[in-house]
């Protein structure tokens, strides 16, 4: 009996153990992932806050919500205001209208994992601790058990579900780019597309809403590739997938390039 409950603490041990060790591994992956993403981010003066820091105190704070149409439909804090980061780097506008807010609370940029967040931190600037990122932003949030008052619609889903089904039943991580379809580079630095002048200039994450309907109508109803070569190039590749497909057109998928993080 002896033996059996020792057996049984054994392989409980070694469970848990493996869990951690995955859990270490992803944050590990996904902190080298932000720091081969070349963009300058110098961020003077930001502060960072977790979950449990905004609840406590959330009177204080001012949500800036930085993500895409698609990921803040799913679900979002209640009080969040809406303005995706391209947005923010491609319209003054909106850059001085969060600079006015900062004035009130403390602006709190959210995003997926928090690499957008400090690069709307950066974009927007700030001192004596006027500017907060969520710490890993929805990475999160997504586990937890929230209030209605807190956050609202799901807390696990990025991509709508039907798209999110229709990536799992295709092959979309190309090896290489097929023979016939257009091509679109998301990336920041747009290095492939400079190589590559049949190639449409596609970074999203640094372009406006308006902007970015313009390419969705350039490359609608037809077939497209993206080039990506970080994490967060790769996920826009998705987001740009999602919306030709909501105009006719098809995602066949993206290609990483050589460069690739």
């Not at 002896?2 to 995955?22: D, E, H, N, P």
Request: aromatic share 10%.
């Amino acid at each position: 009996m002896k033996k059996r409950q020792s057996k049984i603490f054994i392989i409980i041990g070694v469970v848990i153990a493996t869990l951690f060790a995955v859990v270490i591994i992803y944050d590990f992956y996904e902190e080298s992932q932000k720091k081969e993403f070349r963009v300058p981010i110098t961020l003077p003066n930001v502060q960072e806050i977790t979950l449990e820091d905004y609840i406590t105190a959330k009177e204080m704070y001012q949500i800036i919500d930085v993500r895409e149409k698609e990921e803040f439909d799913q679900g979002h804090f209640t009080d969040a205001i809406h303005i995706p980061l391209g947005e923010l780097l491609g319209s003054q506008e909106r850059t001085e209208e969060v600079r006015v807010l900062r004035d009130e609370k403390k602006i709190t940029f959210f995003c997926h994992d928090g690499l957008r967040s400090q690069i709307a931190a950066d974009t927007v600037g700030g001192t004596n601790g006027q500017l907060v990122i969520f710490h890993k932003g929805h990475r999160q949030v997504r586990n937890k058990k929230l209030a209605d008052d807190i956050w609202t619609g799901s807390r696990k889903r990025v991509l709508p579900e039907d798209f999110h089904n229709a990536l799992k039943a295709r092959e979309y991580d190309l090896d290489e780019i097929p023979p016939g379809v257009v091509i679109a580079d998301v990336t920041w630095d747009q290095i492939y597309r400079t190589e590559h002048s049949d190639v449409i200039e596609a970074p999203l994450m640094r372009l406006t809403q308006e902007e970015i309907e313009e390419i969705v109508n350039d490359i609608s109803p037809r077939s497209f590739v993206s080039v990506c070569n970080s994490r967060m190039s790769c996920f826009y590749a998705k987001v740009l997938g999602y919306r030709v497909e909501q105009q006719g057109g098809y995602f066949s998928g993206y290609h990483r390039t050589e460069d690739a993080s």
